[in-house]
């Protein structure tokens, strides 16, 4: 499908079924860090709306808020990450253990 025809709807939808009916997380990754914080600012706003919590893990992310995205992420306060190859497979580990 071409830009703007809806593709991401579809996995927004399911990531906000999962977070409210299963109370789990998904990861979002995006080839660039521009991507990331655009879809961040929509995503933000809509599932906000919800009750989600939506954050952004990139190489731009300090130290202190990746900590706090990742705990987020294991106590089931982070519904939404979205991310970049880059620093997922760098932080794959802590991806896998914050389940």
Same mark, same amino acid.
């Given at each position: 499908m071409a830009t703007g025809r809806g593709k991401?709807? *579809?996995f927004y939808i399911h990531a906000a079924r999962e977070a409210i009916l299963e109370g789990a997380a998904s990861v979002f990754v995006y080839p660039l860090r =521009? /991507? !990331?914080a $655009?879809? @961040?600012f929509h995503l933000q706003k809509t599932l906000g =709306? /919800?009750? /989600? @919590? %939506?954050e952004v893990l990139t190489g731009e992310t300090d130290a202190a808020d990746r900590d706090a995205v990742f705990a987020g992420l294991a106590d089931g =306060? !982070? $519904?939404v990450v /979205? %991310? %970049?190859p880059e620093f997922l @497979? *760098?932080?794959s580990a802590r991806f896998a253990s914050a389940a």
């Open positions: 991401s709807l *579809i =521009a /991507l !990331v $655009d879809q @961040a =709306a /919800l009750g /989600l @919590a %939506t =306060a !982070v $519904d /979205l %991310t %970049t @497979a *760098i932080h």
